[in-house]
Nanobody, 126 residues
Framework: QVQLVESGGGLVQAGGSLRLSCAASGLTFGRYSLGWFRQAPGKEREFVARVSYTGGATYYADAVKGRFTISKDNAKNTVFLQMNSLKPEDTAVYYC???????????????????WGQGTQVTVSS
């Protein structure tokens, strides 16, 4: 049974930083790419960032490029999202996600991901 558990969300002022973590279990972590998505109230879930199964390749949404960094620690079965220079528009529930298939490097559509965490709230005040 695959489980993804996010942590690290909170309230921060604009310009501040947060580091999200997602601990995974039930899968051979080093064989899976992982992604971060977010969903603001009244909006659709949107792609934020993705890291390949090796951790060597990353991809970001334009809205966060240059401010967010995704990384993967295969020894700790954890994926991170370092968020700097936060803006009020970054306010959302953040989710980590994994595809069903090993070695797959999924795209930016949330339908490409099969396993989801429960989410962690990030609120950025102006």
């Amino acid at each position: 049974q695959v489980q993804l558990v996010e942590s690290g969300g909170g309230l921060v002022q604009a310009g501040g930083s947060l580091r999200l973590s997602c601990a995974a279990s039930g899968l051979t972590f080093g064989r899976y790419s992982l992604g971060w998505f977010r969903q603001a109230p009244g909006k659709e879930r949107e792609f934020v960032a993705r890291v390949s199964y090796t951790g060597g390749a990353t991809y970001y949404a334009d809205a966060v490029k240059g401010r967010f960094t995704i990384s993967k620690d295969n020894a700790k079965n954890t994926v991170f999202l370092q968020m700097n220079s936060l803006k009020p528009e970054d306010t959302a529930v953040y989710y980590c996600a994994a595809p069903r298939t090993r070695w797959d490097v999924p795209g930016t559509n949330f339908n490409a991901y099969d396993y989801w965490g429960q989410g962690t709230q990030v609120t950025v005040s102006s």
